[in-house]
């Protein structure tokens, strides 16, 4: 009888809980996005003429756009990205 | 059961059933016991182990129909992550190419706007000279405010 008391910690530890080992990653996010927008450019102080003036201004309205190409496309990712990631149940 | 973990699902299987149908044997051959000459001593020792296999069995059994359930949900799980895995996969790639292709409609207009301005540049330059102010006034507003900025006294 005492040997079978040997089989007690067995059964005790058999009613341990299943631990499932499933692991889910968090998306990885595309390269372009992972660039800072650059600061605006300056206008070089000496100059006089206004066609340098609109030229530096079109140069920075461009790089607005993208920044807003980026901005947009974050705000895309992450609500696609985090309805995807909270489907999972 | 931490050691289950270790078994394929059909060893478990048979191991489980296995366990269950050796301890109603034993029991049964315990119960006979005393019209078998050969072990009519042992019917009731047998009797006992017996029991004890079963009971170890029919705990198994809860066990195995528990460890099953999991794996079941684990695989589940799995598969849901793989698909959703393959779907953020596309996803990126719609938004990269969504991105590449407006930055490069933006370069190529601002390619147009420079080549007008260009052309046009004798024009604008021609009846206006612009004050050093003006240009000041310009890199001032262009210059990113909170550059400057340092934020103290927050904390975790």
Redesign the interface.
């Known amino acids: 009888m005492k040997r079978?008391l040997v089989?007690l910690p067995i059964?005790l530890?058999?009613?341990?809980l299943?631990d499932?080992?499933?692991t889910?990653?968090f998306?990885?996010?595309?390269?372009?996005?992972k660039v800072a927008c650059p600061?605006?450019?300056?206008?070089?102080?000496n100059?006089?003429?206004?066609?340098t003036?609109?030229?530096v201004?079109?140069?920075?309205y461009?790089q607005y756009?993208?920044c807003r190409?980026?901005v947009d496309?974050w705000i895309?990712?992450y609500t696609?990205?985090s309805t995807?990631?909270n489907?999972?149940? | 059961?931490?050691?289950?973990?270790f078994l394929p699902d059909s060893w478990l299987h048979i191991f489980v059933h296995a366990t269950v149908i050796t301890g109603v044997v034993v029991l049964l051959v315990g119960k006979l016991a005393r019209h078998i000459p050969t072990i009519e001593t042992y019917g009731e020792i047998l009797k006992l182990v017996g029991s004890?296999i079963f009971l170890?069995g029919i705990?198994?059994e809860g066990?195995y129909i528990?460890?099953m359930g999991?794996?079941a949900?684990?695989a589940d799980?799995?598969h849901?992550?793989e698909l959703?895995?393959e779907?953020?996969?596309t996803?990126?790639v719609q938004?990269?190419y969504?991105?590449?292709t407006?930055?490069k409609t933006?370069?190529d207009?601002?390619v147009v706007?420079?080549e007008k301005?260009k052309e046009?540049?004798g024009k604008?330059?021609a009846e206006?000279?612009?004050a050093?102010e003006?240009?000041?006034v310009?890199?001032q507003s262009?210059?990113?405010p909170t550059?400057q900025v340092i934020v103290t006294g927050v904390s975790k």
């Open positions: 079978l089989l059964l530890l058999a009613g341990c299943h499932p080992v499933v889910q990653v998306p990885s996010v595309p390269d372009d996005l600061d605006l450019i300056q206008i070089d102080p100059t006089t003429k206004l066609s003036v609109i030229g201004v079109t140069d920075n461009s756009h993208e190409v980026k496309a895309e990712w696609n990205q995807l990631y489907s999972v149940k | 059961m931490w050691f289950l973990n004890i170890f705990y198994f066990s528990t460890e999991w794996r949900k684990e799980l799995k849901q992550i959703v895995q779907k953020s996969n996803a990126n938004i990269q969504k991105v590449v407006q930055i933006i370069h207009t601002k706007v420079h301005l046009a540049a604008i330059d206006c000279k612009l050093p003006a240009i000041q310009l890199n262009a210059k990113n550059a």
